[in-house]
């Protein structure tokens, strides 16, 4: 997935976007609000880590003016300030969650799946279709029950997929997130991974769709026995 990390403190920011690349995601990095607003201009991102100091104004003001422009983008605060006030602000304006520094960097990752289940609808941490069901946590895919093997950028691909079922994902959108901005990306390399992708989940009960034109479309297809 594609995240974008508005920090300041370097080595903090680092060590989240390490965190998340190990499981296969990619991120955008802003030091500023200013840097922050030139990336939510230019791409979508899947969920922001959002911190509240930065140098040229407040993440808050950044976050209420998101909401105020319909951008329903999920954001996840964190800050070292303790006052309940902060936290009632920030999630008032639209905040999905919030965490104090310092925070554990697993803690992190599991708010940040907790936040990308809640708004796709799931329970828990298993993303189920069909016959398919992906473990979000421990980056296992299994069909009827058997492993499936999908590299990094599969598993993301997938996940993808399975967050946004039935919405319309074009090829510029699949790019961002599975490469982000710093790689040499080839367009015709999303082509290839959904092509994979399509190949190992035969028959799961999830199908991804060539919209001409458009891009891709996941759907629940019935199994049968």
Known sequence: MHFLIVEDTRDVAEAIERRLEKAGHVSDRAETLENARHFVAMAHHDLVILDINLPDGSGIAFLKALRAAGNRVPVLVLT???A???KIDALDLGADDYMIKPFDLGE???RIRAIIRRRSGEADRTLSVGKLTFDMAARRVLIDGQPCD???REQTLLEIFLT???RVLDKEDLLLRLFGHDDER???AVELYVGRLRRKIEGSGLEIRTLRGLGYQAVTMETGG
Do not use: F, I, K, Y
């Open 80 to 82: 070292a300030r303790l």
């Open 84 to 86: 309940v006030n902060d």
């Open 108 to 110: 992190l990752e599991a």
């Open 150 to 152: 999908l590299t990094r």
């Open 164 to 166: 946004n079922r039935d």
């Open 186 to 188: 080839n367009p015709n």
